[in-house]
């Protein structure tokens, strides 16, 4: 049985890049006679007052979508909760107290002039607070006891990468860091809650934006470290503008409701994304 899903964050009105990677997740479920789930990522309380949830949900009915099954992240903190504890069992976190300012300080002053790299989770984190206990600040994964545990990584790809991924555990160590898998102020993080909820779901094909390809390293060694089976994976292409820009969700004038007022079909912004 395929099961897809579309998570929005929201945050702000669908655009046009919504309704491609939404259509995109509907319709490989539908051909395959699966399952296509919604789920709305409003763990970050603040930015996800707006009530667009619901404004979401309209413009996906509009568009002609069905779904068999819609979930809030905000529901699911005992889930989290109860993934960090056994991380945490694991010896694999480590609380961290570190601003972004301290964060930047401690990267830039060996090298000198040196850019901090920054991953899939922001800055390369340095390791300033590794060791210390769980119970202040953010909680961050120690990456080089977390590949340790789970050495031999690999991801299936259907959609712009395809082919079988090995991950290489010096290079997410260099390039990825110990990524913030709980945030204090919302109990987790966008990649915990991704993997824990995509298990819960039943997801087995993750579709969405090639701007998380790299992420995708995280969620399969979370899913290897909480034994947790790993979906195949279909990034696709972003859908941008005119002039070549990502359309990002404050981008009013490209959402779908502006185009639904102007008297745009469904059948219009299928053709609009190439989905025609
Ligand atoms: N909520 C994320 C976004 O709005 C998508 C998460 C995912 O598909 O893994 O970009
Ligand atoms: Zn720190």
Redesign the pocket.
């Known amino acids: 049985m395929v099961v897809t899903r579309f998570?929005?964050?929201p945050t702000g009105p669908l655009h046009l890049g919504h309704a491609y990677a939404a259509i995109v997740a509907h319709d490989m479920a539908r051909a395959a006679g699966g399952r296509f789930l919604l789920r709305m990522?409003d763990i970050d309380r603040q930015r996800s007052r707006g009530g667009w949830d619901q404004a979401c949900l309209d413009d996906l009915a509009w568009l002609g979508l069905t779904w068999d099954g819609l979930l809030y992240q905000s529901t699911r903190l005992p889930a989290y909760q109860a993934a960090l504890d056994r991380l945490e069992a694991m010896g694999l976190l480590y609380g961290c107290t570190c601003t972004r300012g301290d964060i930047k300080a401690a990267l830039s002053a060996p090298q000198g002039g040196i850019l901090p790299s920054e991953g899939p989770d922001g800055l390369v984190y340095p390791g300033t607070c590794r060791g210390k206990p769980v119970t202040s600040g953010a909680l961050r994964l120690d990456l080089t006891r977390a590949v340790n545990r789970a050495p031999h990584l690999e991801f299936t790809e259907t959609g712009t990468r395809p082919g079988l991924h090995r991950i290489d555990p010096l290079q997410m160590l260099s390039e990825v860091g110990d990524v913030v898998l709980a945030r204090r102020d919302m109990g987790t993080s966008?990649h915990l809650s991704?993997v824990v909820d995509d298990a819960f779901q039943g997801v087995t094909h993750?579709t969405?934006?090639e701007d998380?390809f790299e992420?995708t390293q995280i969620h399969v060694l979370l899913q290897r470290l909480m034994g947790l089976s790993s979906p195949i994976w279909h990034h696709h292409a972003l859908i941008r503008d005119d002039e070549g820009r990502r359309l990002a969700k404050r981008d009013d004038a490209r959402a779908l409701m502006t185009y639904r007022a102007e008297g745009a079909t469904p059948a219009d912004i299928r053709r609009m994304v190439g989905l025609g």
């Open positions: 998570a929005p964050s990522e966008y991704v993750v969405r934006g998380l992420a």
